[in-house]
């Protein structure tokens, strides 16, 4: 597997809100991590893939913009190998990645969707719902107020008004899960899985993470928990994949939110290797098949 020329595309910086040194520093170690390995990476911004500047076969991205992940199908159309997938990228949309991972049975928040002109009190009341949350259907959170938490229905009304004005017209309602509230970051392919209480460790992006408050170190099935993020990086098609799940009272685990390649932050030196690892098994394959 000589001479293989690899491009690797960052993340733009309005996608990475709160966390642009991380995403970067995940990045850059990944790379490090293929030339050890002997790969040519070249790195471009996603301004330079959207402007036809990247001609390498095979594509390393972390990319969020939609110009970028319409390109990046392209390519993987014409043949390209791309990682994570832009089409398991669009999979973690809100509203895609509800669908697929309910559809699929990975334990999940009931969960509505809906159109933010509509009227929703009525369906929540007779879901039940009482607190949720209220995430923009169409897109990965760029702004605090993409992902809300509401404390009754006309809250929710309220919030979707806002989301309506601001342009978003599709949102999904979760229902609100009462636990503890985990991160968690994997790599497809690898025996690389990572875990924390997000709160304790100080790490955060909205400041969200106070809504379930401080853990209680409920037990759990941590081998259950590696097994449903494993198949939702399956269904999804994300090879390099985070995100956060709830623990309950009752020790059942459900995933709250998965995203295509995270930040890494408190584990992105053990997880770098793993990463590039997976990378090169994902070469080799698609090697193998032309």
Same mark, same amino acid.
């Given at each position: 597997m000589a001479n293989i020329r690899i491009a690797g595309v960052m993340r733009s910086g309005a996608y990475s809100p709160n966390h642009i040194g991380n995403d /970067? /520093?995940?990045?850059?170690?990944? /790379? $490090?991590?293929? %030339?050890k390995r002997g790969c040519e990476v070249n790195i471009y911004s996603e301004e330079q893939l959207d402007s036809d500047n990247v001609r390498e076969r095979i594509i390393v991205n972390m990319c969020r913009e939609n110009r970028s992940i319409e390109r990046l199908q392209r390519l993987e159309d014409s043949g390209v190998l791309v990682i994570n997938s832009g089409y398991g990228i669009?999979?973690?949309?809100?509203?895609? &990645?509800? %669908?697929?991972?309910?559809?699929?049975?990975?334990?999940?928040?009931?969960?509505?969707?809906?159109?933010? $002109?509509?009227?929703?009190? $009525?369906? &929540?009341?007779?879901a039940d719902f009482d607190r949720a949350w209220i995430k923009r259907g169409d897109f990965h959170a760029m702004h605090k107020e993409d992902v809300s938490f509401v404390r009754h229905p006309q809250e929710a009304q309220e919030v979707l008004q806002e989301y309506f004005l601001r342009g978003i017209k599709r949102a999904v309602i979760n229902r609100h899960l009462d636990g503890d509230l985990i991160k968690f970051y994997g790599v497809q392919g690898t025996d690389f899985f990572y875990w924390f209480y997000p709160l304790e460790a100080g790490h955060s992006k909205y400041g969200n993470e106070a809504i379930n408050g401080p853990a209680r170190g409920l037990k759990f099935d941590e081998d259950h928990l590696r097994e449903i993020c494993r198949e939702a990086s399956e269904v999804l098609d994300v090879k390099i994949y985070g995100g956060d799940c709830i623990v309950s009272d009752d020790g059942s685990v459900s995933i709250i939110d998965f995203n295509d390649w995270p930040s890494f932050a408190p584990c992105r030196v053990q997880a770098a290797p793993h990463i590039a690892k997976c990378i090169m098994a994902a070469i080799k394959a698609h090697t193998a098949k032309q």
């Open positions: /970067a /520093a995940i990045f850059n170690l990944v /790379a $490090d991590e293929l %030339r669009e999979n973690c949309t809100r509203e895609r &990645m509800t %669908r697929i991972l309910v559809g699929s049975g990975i334990p999940y928040p009931e969960s509505l969707i809906v159109n933010t $002109d509509e009227a929703v009190v $009525d369906a &929540m009341i007779k």
